[in-house]
């Protein structure tokens, strides 16, 4: 029954949400439901103020059939998307914006991406595009705070540990070797079979990290990156000879027969 009532609640909103404040206005009050007892009156409450038509009908009809639980299950649900997927999205989001949009505006622009990707062979547009428009849009709601030698190479005989990845398809793998330009005590690894956060795709990054911060000034050996790398195809001995008595047999005419 929960069930049916998402699917329902879900094909009612783009019906009858159709202005941004009806949706902040829906949002907020579905948000609501979390910090609220668990109960029919309230989820009627809830649905009565937003719907109408024929997908109110049904939204009550389904909440006067479910169960006590499966009124709290409604309840419980909203208060995990709310968490996960709406403040723990934004949040997240906010975070990166406040660094990203210092430190990559206005030394890049919305312009200068389109001129660049316009000079690639391919086109990359329905790709990449949307994600850059909505990237310089999220970054007007910031404004600018420059700080004086915010992009100069930092000096620094700290012990530090800096891994890339060679499938990172978010940041440049060879950005975790930039980074360390200026740090004279710094350990540079790269993962060459890794994505976005190596950790996640190869343990012994973990393993690798946990030794440095365990002792910063022990010097690593390269035996995670060796993991890693992507091995030499094999090209048995007798190919070569292969290739050879096949290129002799294409070679010798043929006889023609009468």
């Known amino acids: 029954m929960p069930g049916l009532f998402d699917a329902e609640f879900s094909a009612a ?8 404040e009806a949706a902040r206005t ?23 103020a937003h719907f109408d038509g024929p997908h109110l009908g049904r939204l009550l009809a389904l909440v006067q059939a479910m169960t006590e639980a499966e009124i709290a299950s409604i309840f419980g649900f909203a208060a ?17 914006s406040l660094y990203a949009c210092q430190e990559d ?71 975790a ?14 993962m060459a079979e890794a994505g976005h956060g190596a950790l996640v795709y190869a343990p012994c990054v973990g393993e690798l990290a ?14 995670c990156e060796e993991a890693t790398q992507v091995p030499a195809f094999h090209v048995a001995p007798w190919v070569d000879k292969a290739d050879a008595q096949d290129a002799e047999v294409e ?5 023609e027969t009468e």
């Open 80 to 96: 995990e998307t709310v968490r996960a997927r709406t403040v723990g999205f934004q949040q997240d989001n906010i975070d990166i």
């Open 210 to 223: 946990v030794a440095f911060f365990n002792d910063p000034t022990r010097q690593l050996d390269s035996s």
């Open 251 to 255: 070679e010798t005419p043929t006889e």
């Open 26 to 48: 829906v949002l907020e009050d579905y948000a609501s439901l979390r910090l609220s007892p668990p109960s029919r009156a309230r989820l009627t409450e809830f649905v009565a």
């Open 177 to 190: 070797k930039e980074a360390t330009r200026g740090m004279s005590n710094a350990q540079h690894f790269f």
């Open 105 to 175: 505006l206005p030394y890049n622009s919305l312009i200068g991406y389109k001129k660049t990707t316009a000079a690639q062979p391919y086109d990359v547009s329905s790709l990449f595009d949307p994600a850059a428009e909505n990237f310089h849009a999220i970054c007007e709601a910031f404004a600018p705070a420059p700080r004086e030698n915010w992009h100069e190479v930092v000096h620094s005989d700290i012990p530090t540990i800096s891994i890339g990845s060679g499938w990172d398809i978010q940041t440049a793998a060879s950005w």
């Open 13 to 20: 909103i783009p019906d009858t949400i159709t202005s941004p």
